[in-house]
């Protein structure tokens, strides 16, 4: 069974802006850091964001930082990712995954052991 859920992708133009979504049905994010990656056909997986739910810790990936945004909904449980200023290299299916890593690990594909199938994000030039 899908453990977490992405919603919200969808396509947006460049210079746009688009909000992500994760949740985890059945469980709580609390005591958990939830991490944004993404990954565009023909490329690795890429980090985007982090945030530790207890606390606020947050993290950016260096090709993002100054445009997006994360931010904890407590009362929903969710996690969601503010994009903003959109490119056409943001093109990419975003998928959220929860762990706990140690802040200097927060970047780490494998600090991560719950993912969701992820959801599509294109942005037109």
């Known amino acids: 069974q899908v453990q977490l859920e992405e919603s919200g992708g969808g396509l947006v133009q460049a210079g746009g802006s688009l909000s992500l979504s994760c949740a985890a049905p059945g469980r709580t994010f609390d005591g958990y850091t939830v991490g944004w990656f993404r990954q565009a056909p023909g490329r690795e997986r890429e980090f985007v964001a982090a945030?530790?739910?207890?606390?606020?810790?947050?993290v950016y990936g260096d090709s993002v930082k100054g445009r997006f945004a994360i931010s904890r909904d407590f009362a929903r449980n969710t996690v969601s990712l503010q994009m903003n200023s959109l490119k056409p290299e943001d093109s990419a299916v975003y998928c959220c995954?929860?762990?706990?890593?140690?802040?200097?690990?927060?970047?780490?594909?494998?600090?991560?052991?719950?993912w969701g199938q992820g959801t599509q994000v294109t942005v037109s030039s």
């Open positions: 995954a929860s762990g706990r890593p140690i802040v200097s690990e927060f970047r780490k594909e494998r600090a991560y052991g719950l």
């Open positions: 945030v530790r739910w207890s606390g606020g810790n947050t």
